[in-house]
């Protein structure tokens, strides 16, 4: 079992009081498995994929990546543990203004100490198409081209797991699937587990299981052969 939760509650603070978001949510992913998480917007999808990947602490509950439970760690511990286990694409990208399409790629490579991490930033551009556009800033970058140098980083840092919110949202259906067909082979080649949140039937049912949110709550498991 790579990664588990048990009774998994998030609540945030609004103006009408507490609001519980994620509602005892229970799963388990295994190592290389493929899973969607799906269901209406709002449901909670983005909230327990940031949760689950350590990016946020949650209110209540169990969080175990790898065997080591993330709930009663410091951010510098939960930090630790991302570096080593998590790459994470988010539903708004977060590239770095200032900092160049290949650098944006590379940075996090620099940043743990590769040698040769410009090169390998280009080999994962060019993957995802985009090696012409190399040297332009997120500006200069249309929406879907800042999602795959998004992709290219997740990539780049051949992380165990790859959490990915939306990765093909922003994507006409060719580099959409494209990009998928990236995902699976690198969840094949590489054994990288990968959990996906996606309003996308066609990249769901790519995926080897399919769990669907609806108002904070898990509801149901399809395994799928
Ligand atoms: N910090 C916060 N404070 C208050 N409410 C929040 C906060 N974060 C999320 N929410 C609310 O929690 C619910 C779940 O949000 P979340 O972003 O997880 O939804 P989602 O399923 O990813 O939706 P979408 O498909 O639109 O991306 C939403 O109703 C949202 O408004
Ligand atoms: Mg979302």
Redesign the pocket.
Known sequence: MLLKTLDLCHD???AEGT?R?LDHIDLEINHGDSVAIV???????????SLIAGLDRASAGSIQLDGQEMSEMSEAQRSALRQRYVSFVF?NFQLLHGLNAVENVSLPLDVRGEKGTRAKALHYLERVGLAHRATHQPSQLSGGEQQRVALARAFASEAPIIFA??PTGNLDAHTGEHVADLLFDLNREQTTTLVL?T?SDALAQRCQRVLT?NA?RLQAQEPRS
């Open positions: 945030v603070p609004t609001l978001i269901g209406a917007s709002g449901s909670g999808k983005s909230t327990l994929l539903q919110d939306e949140v309003h949110m904070g």
